[in-house]
């Protein structure tokens, strides 16, 4: 007896709500599973060295120049970069000169600056006057856009000589 | 074979096959679930008046712990959240206790403006420590861990949480 299409279109349906019976359930426990006894929920994030990757500091004609690579996915306040002179203790150096950023406004921390991923590339003027400056400590504090903040960073570095930066 | 009867066999062998889609998949998402629950760790952390606050000392109650701090804005986003729950389920044995990775005066002054109807701690070093023995070895923040009232931690985690999740959870674990 020869089939009438119809008849095959509904064996057809059958077949696959079976199929998505059988199936569908097993979803059904993994979603249940994952919602009542899983007991870690993170976002995979970098290590903080990684996701904020501090360059060497240089020394320049005009001063200092430091940066950071800032991983895709993370960004850094520029608010929160602060540069001071460890060694000769007591040195004053100018604020460091920072690309714009991007503006953020935050309902808690008002309208901010941030860098998202790529290079920032900062600068210390004073020139010749820095000659002196050996150690930075250089602070700053960043976030993934997955939702989770690093604490903020502190970095004590020594300053590259003048030969050893432009060998 | 009759045709009819080949589709037949076709059918189910399809269904079958769903069958076993089907408990595979089951099987899979069993064997990756992570690790049981575990205890909680002997936890103190100082209060904004410097006296000690264990996490032993919630025994009986569903204790969330959520670290924060001032400078992070997706703490800061979430505590409206956290007071809500502490309000609402409070007095069926829920206890939320805020240490802060920060300053005493700036955490005094952010959980009055904010109205945090909680305990909250401002101990850098000792949240750093508690956070890395409960696993959150980068120190990111937010970062919640869920004790129940047995001392077992039945969920951590890193990053703002949600409503929907936070109140299944919580009427999941609530003290009986």
């Known amino acids: 007896m020869k089939m009438s299409k119809r008849n095959l279109l509904n064996h057809l349906t059958l077949a696959l709500l079976l199929a998505a019976a059988c199936i569908l359930p097993g979803f059904a426990i993994a979603g249940g599973l994952w919602h009542s006894s899983n007991v870690n929920s993170a976002p995979d994030i970098l290590p ?33 970069i602060k540069v001071e002179v460890v060694e000769p203790a007591a040195t004053k150096i100018s604020a460091p000169k920072l690309p714009a950023g991007e503006k953020h406004h935050d309902e808690h921390f008002g309208d901010v600056h941030i860098y998202r991923g790529g290079s920032i590339d900062a600068e210390i003027p004073g020139g010749k006057s820095l000659g002196q400056v050996r150690k930075l400590k250089i602070s700053y504090q960043g976030c993934s856009e997955s939702g989770v903040c690093y604490p903020p960073q502190t970095r004590i570095v020594d300053v590259l000589a003048y030969s050893a930066a432009h060998p | 074979m009759n045709p009819s009867t080949r589709k037949t066999i076709v059918i189910v062998v399809l269904a079958l096959v769903g069958a076993l889609a089907g408990l595979w998949t089951s099987h899979v998402w069993r064997m990756s679930t992570p690790e049981a629950p575990t205890a909680a760790p002997a936890i103190t952390f100082n209060d904004l008046e410097g006296k000690p606050v ?123």
């Open chain 2, 54 to 176: 264990s996490l032993a000392q919630y025994h009986g109650k569903l204790l969330l712990v959520n670290f924060w701090a001032t400078w992070c804005a997706p703490c800061l986003k979430e505590m409206p959240l956290l007071i809500q729950a502490q309000k609402q389920y409070g007095a069926r044995g829920l206890q939320i206790i805020g240490p802060a990775m920060d300053e005493a005066k700036d955490v005094k002054a952010l959980a009055a403006k904010l109205g945090v109807n909680y305990p909250v701690m401002a101990d850098f070093a000792s949240a750093d420590a508690a956070m890395s023995t409960l696993g959150n070895k980068q120190g990111a923040l937010p970062f919640s861990v869920l004790i129940d009232a047995n001392g077992m931690i039945v969920k951590t985690v890193l990053g703002a949480l949600h409503e929907d999740d936070l109140t299944a959870l919580i009427q999941a674990h609530l003290p009986q």
């Open chain 1, 48 to 80: 903080v060295d990684q996701a904020f990757q501090l360059q060497p500091v240089e020394r320049t004609e005009r001063g200092l120049k430091l940066g950071w690579i800032v991983s895709t996915g993370y960004y850094l306040y520029r608010e929160r």
